[in-house]
């Protein structure tokens, strides 16, 4: 039996017979590829969609309406009305005489102090705030939104249930009794909350913001980029236009193609050890996050405007030095403005990627609990990942909304970066 | 299959000059048009393609000679935008029948490429994976006849008959494509289809191939695309002018090359241009 | 004078090199009419004087400002009565000293001799500022003088310029090296000290690990134990587990969307896979701890298995779905690598599509989807975020995904975290798993970016 002497019908008759089998293992890896994308999709839609689920209310607090009076008595008995004297008064009764002015009826310091717990300690703030920025409304009565607790917003945003067990909730059946009376008369609702975006950290859920976070985020990027940028494209000139082809630029590039592959938490060691340790640089500083991340972001950088710089065609430096230009200024004048759009496209993804960045931070200190917004490159500051890793830590459940919010800021940024890269490149590839 | 294919008429519209039916034909293509997005690669197009000889399609780059080619066993089905219209009957059968399988096709119309492609495979998976696929063997030793017997009439067993399992890319050039021969004719097509097979070689693995296709041609239809007329004058009984996605003239190798009707296919003959 | 403004100054000083230069070279050949015998057009003669004045004093200017903090450190050091005092009260002391000079603590509140020697370090300061200004003014200066007095027409000023600038892109490039030079040298020499400490076969084969050192130095078990295995273990089982969800997901994805998807359909999921991709790590940290996990036990519950909170396998999957867009962008560059004519070859003997892919594309692509993989494994070793927010901190040594793991990274996050002294084996011990971390990623790295080359350059 020999395929030569098959004749060609005996031949079709064996393929014919093996097309059923051939057909549905066709139909079955197909489905295989099929799952697999639908698996990565599900992902990031599921990502996304809980994250977002969990974070979108956090643009949204909860604000008692209380009428507030500014009691001289309790404000400033001595009637000095010294800054010293406002900011040592206890504002925090103030916001208690109007809660019970609201409730007359509750008595009994149990009692009392279940419906102190309604509004939050961030209330007293906001009403020192008030009288030392203007003395005069003391003994005046004003009707104020004041923060309520994270435990009522958790209620109201329905994130806990009134249903479950009292002693499994964190608010008692008197007290949402009360929340229940507030809604009532429209005195306790859901109000924009620009504070989210305004304040430092906190340990108030509540009061937590994210502003400290996105300064130092913003900080550090801002010497990244100082830094990463110039030298990356330095060195990508060099590499790409100037170095001889030589075992010492074999060095560098295999030794750039590792970096870029390198975990970034042993970035984080070197920057502990080199500039926290030896160089005496202040622990948790944008300064010292900047030059460590920038040195986590080179090497990306560095790959992309080589291959911006390959893409020029050959044809326009071969012009240019026909001209009689140097190499140098046949990079600067011809080369590098039609390598720019991609080089920066490449510092955008760099810069992206130093924004998610977090465990390098986490070794160098910016991991913090700070709650000042951070003035300069030497203060102490987190940043925006950094923050997510703080807060999801903390046991609160009004803390998961809030990672979720920060994440959603982060995510925004990131989208538009990525975007803006993305725009960059369609705009400019290819123009001559 | 066994049945004599008819000879389906020429339309009267076919401007092609000489014989383009043959008796008994293996392919018969009616009014072909190719397109590539808004390109119109092939302009109706009327050619038979007779059994046991070698039809040559010779004519300038870009004449559509290879789309064409590329048509007959449905390569042009992997290319995204093409689209082909007309009718092309493999033994009376249109090979664009909803009932006919492109896989059934493809095992019956083989095809060589331009330029050598094994398999990273070893020289004998190279050979053996048609028949693999296909089941065309019952059992390895009649897989290993097979792999014999095509290396064997592809000229190349006495060459790699020691070394089966080194890879087929570790063969030189002539011999990766008449292991792409070998690798075709395991199949044991009808038809061998053969887009310019010599035009990465050198001359003596040229020569190799010619006469490998000469040997060939007495079990199979052969169509071989070509960019020299040489080839096609040595290898070919008949020959096909393609000139801007028209079929201009086809007719006896002989009668072309020595008087061609059409002046085109005389300029081209005679070099004026190419 | 404040660094900030002294640095402004220098620029400023450079600026006006530029036109004592260019007007001195246009000076030598006697005016505008004579700039044709000048080498050079008058604007680089004014760059050469401007780099030369100014690159030599901000080199000065960078290396001072870098060093001197730990120069007058060590000098205050040197001038304490009490020098044979423990490393630990010295480095105690030493924070009390940079809180006084920074502000940050009164001075009424340190040690007397804390505050001596804060007074001591801000004399110290005020001088070497003030030195500064002097040298790289100085130095500045000198170079002005030196260029200028050297311009004559022949002065090729353009080819020196550029020459100078050639070094400086040379020095960018340089900063790579320097950084994988700097990580080298930083981590084994803390490691080394570790090693002083922890016997380096201990570490390597110690199966106990419990970093936990005494606050009191007679406190029982004072030693900690520092038994790497249980990491390495819980790094490999995690990563295993992260490769069992992105392998497969991640090479099919791209086998569809490279061989099958229309055009149409992959211009929007690759982009949308890649998503995953641009999603900070600590987001999936975050992920993990607040979805993946509670659902695993909540499963686990439902099959009566025990799932504990922070099991491996959440973290694992978590980590998995972060690696598939890059397994599937890497497989997806390496299949759309192997030429068409491969494909060709196997549809034109009648292959149907998914055995030419299976036998041909898949075989022929395999050493770049196998780089591929080793470069997504290095990554899930090295990931960090993940772990430390879904994985444990106790070191299991178990091959059950169910049960918490700790990783390398992990540890090396909590024992650097936090306030620690610098010198305490515990703190060293993170630079010794960093050592182990580097290399075995490197060692990953090189061998995948080789493959990946010799594979591109097969079919380039």
Redesign the interface.
Known sequence: ????T?T??Q??A??????AR??R??R???L??????A???G??IF?FG??FA?GASVFRQSYVQLTIVYDPETIDPAGTRVPEELVAADDQALVRAALRERFPNVEGRSNLRELYGIVSSAASIELQRRVVADPSIIGQRETLWLLADDTVDMLLKEKVWRSAPEDERRLSDQQIGFIDALRADGTLKLRFNAAFLSNGDSRDPEQAGVRGALIGSALTLLITLLLSF??????????EE??PRNRITD??E??????A???????G??G???FI??????RSAPLVGGFVLT?LT??TI?IASRAALKAVPPSIREAALGMGA???QMVGHHVLPLAIPGMLTGAIIGM?RA?????PL??I?M?AFIVDVPSGITDPATAL??Q??LW??LPERAF?ER??GV?IV??LF?IVM?ATAVILRNKFEKRW | ??ETAKTPPVAPSSKTIGTVTVPEPVFSCRDVDVFYGDKHAIKKVNIDIGRSQVLAMIGPSGCGKSTFLRCLNRMNDTIVGARVEGMIQLDGHDIHDKRQ?V??LR??VGMVFQKPNPFPKSIYENVAYG?R??????DRA?LD??VN??LR?AGLWEEVKDRLNNPGTSLSGGQQQRLCIARTI???P?VILMDEPCSALDPIATARIEDLIDELRESYAICIVTHSMQQAARVSQRTAYFHLGDLVEVGETDKIFTNPQAKLTEDYITGRFG | MSSSLLFVLLVALSVLAFQLGKARAIAVVGGLRGVRDLHSLPGHYGLLTAIWCGLPALVVFALWI??Q??VI?QLVLADLPANAMAQSAQALMLNDLRNVV?GNVPAEMVAESTRVAAAEYLKLQRIAQLALTVVTFAVGIAGLLVVRARIRPDLRA??AY?RV??W??????????L??I??VL??V??ATRFFNIVPITEFVFGTNWSPQMAIRADQVGSSGAFGAVPLFAGTLLISFIAMIVAV??????A???A???PLEVRKV?KP??E??A??????????A???VGPALRVAGEAFRLPVAGESALAAGLVMG?MI??FV?SLSDDMITAVPQSLRDGAYAL?A????T??QVVLRAALPGIVGGVL?AI??A?????IV??AAGLAANLTANPLEAVTTV?VQ??TL??GDQE?DSPKTLA??AL?LV??LV??LL??I??YVVRKYREQYD
């Open positions: 039996m020999n395929n030569t098959k060609a019908e031949t079709q064996l393929v014919r017979k093996s097309l051939r057909y293992a066709e079955r890896f197909r295989y590829g099929i799952a697999a994308v698996a990565g999709i992902f990031v990502l809980t994250i969990q110039p030298i990356g494209v330095g060195a990508a000139i060099y590499l100037f170095a060095v560098i295999i030794n750039i193609n590792n970096l592959a390198v975990p970034s938490i042993v970035f060691l070197l502990l050890a080199t340790g030896f160089f005496g640089m202040p040195l080179l090497p560095i140097s190499r140098l992206a924004l998610g960045e977090s465990a986490l070794m200190g991991v990942p950094v997510v890793f999801s830590d998961v990672t979720s994440i982060l995510l990131l990525n | 299959m066994n399988d896989v059934q095992a019956r028949p696929i296909h089941g065309l063997a019952a009649e006849e097979i017997t095509s009439r395991a199949v044991n009808e | 870098s060093l903090d730990v450190t920074a353009r080819n550029e600038i050639e400086a892109l040379f020095a960018c490039s340089a900063v790579a090296v950084t994988t700097g990580i930083s981590i020499f803390e497969p997901i991640g090479l099919f994805s086998i569809y969307l061989e099958y998807a999921v949308l896979l998503v995953l641009g999603v900070p790590t600590v987001v999936y940290g975050f992920f701890v607040t979805t779905i598939i867009p599937s009648g149907t599509r998914s055995e892919i299976r470069l290095s990554r070793i090295g990931e960090t975020m430390v927010m990274t090396i996050v650097l975290v610098f993170a630079f960093g971390l580097f990623t490197l790295n090189v995948a970016l």
